[in-house]
Nanobody, 114 residues
Framework: QVQLVESGGGLVQAGGSLRLSCGAS????????MGWYRQAPGKQRERVAW???????NYADSVRGRFTISRDNAKNTVYLQMNSLKPEDTAVYYC????????WGQGTQVTVSS
């Protein structure tokens, strides 16, 4: 199983930006796909953005055009650049990796104030 460590969460005003990072314990070239999920209080976990090892990306409708997922294979890190943040983006953001098994990070809190 892959160990994932997220960083970059915090408190930001609406309209601001944050960049989340997810470092993996193994080469991400060996991982089929990685991405970000989020879970707000009282809501189900939802997928936010996804990137495959062929660099195919997809996004939730709610973040498309505002968030960008990218990867740095040399650093074994996946990023989520979040721009034009809204209060409804407030959630715990989790990094996920899919190889043979699913692996999850511990989560990082993102809070967007209005």
């Amino acid at each position: 199983q892959v160990q994932l460590v997220e960083s970059g969460g915090g408190l930001v005003q609406a309209g601001g930006s944050l960049r989340l990072s997810c470092g993996a314990s193994t080469s991400i070239l060996s991982i089929n796909a990685m991405g970000w999920y989020r879970q707000a209080p009282g809501k189900q976990r939802e997928r936010v953005a996804w990137i495959t090892n062929a660099d195919t990306t997809n996004y939730a409708d709610s973040v498309r055009g505002r968030f960008t997922i990218s990867r740095d294979n040399a650093k074994n890190t996946v990023y989520l650049q979040m721009n034009s943040l809204k209060p409804e983006d407030t959630a715990v953001y989790y990094c996920a990796a899919l190889s043979i098994f699913w692996s999850w990070g511990q989560g990082t809190q993102v809070t967007v104030s209005s």
